[in-house]
Nanobody, 127 residues
Framework: QVQLAESGGGSVQAGGSLRLSCAAS????????MRWHRQGIGKERELVSS???????EYADAVKGRFTISKDSDKGTLYLQMNSLKPEDTGMYYC?????????????????????WGQGTQVTVSS
């Protein structure tokens, strides 16, 4: 199972920047997407950005042009660079690994659709 640990959250003023990090290990060789989600108070959790094994990335319309997802494979770390932050970006940000194909790791079978989540890191943007 993947171990995920987010860091880098904090409080910034609107227009500022933060970089979130997610230390991730496991599922080597599997078809995975590494994703960032967020959840504001009283809101549903929403997908912010995805990075697929082939390097393709996707972004929610609300963050396109402002956020960049990337990965350092040597360090096993996923990043989310967030620029031009807005108060509506406030929320708990979660790192997520999603298997889009079934995979076996160290003798353990994981079905397609399997998810692992980190504990989250809080981002607060003030106006």
């Amino acid at each position: 199972q993947v171990q995920l640990a987010e860091s880098g959250g904090g409080s910034v003023q609107a227009g500022g920047s933060l970089r979130l990090s997610c230390a991730a290990s496991g599922y080597s060789g599997c078809s995975i997407a590494m994703r960032w989600h967020r959840q504001g108070i009283g809101k549903e959790r929403e997908l912010v950005s995805s990075l697929f094994r082939d390097g393709a990335s996707e972004y929610a319309d609300a963050v396109k042009g402002r956020f960049t997802i990337s990965k350092d494979s040597d360090k096993g770390t996923l990043y989310l660079q967030m620029n031009s932050l807005k108060p509506e970006d406030t929320g708990m940000y979660y790192c997520n690994v999603w298997l889009y194909r079934a995979c076996s790791v160290n003798g353990t079978y994981y079905a397609a659709g399997h998810n692992d989540w980190g504990q989250g890191t809080q981002v607060t943007v003030s106006s």
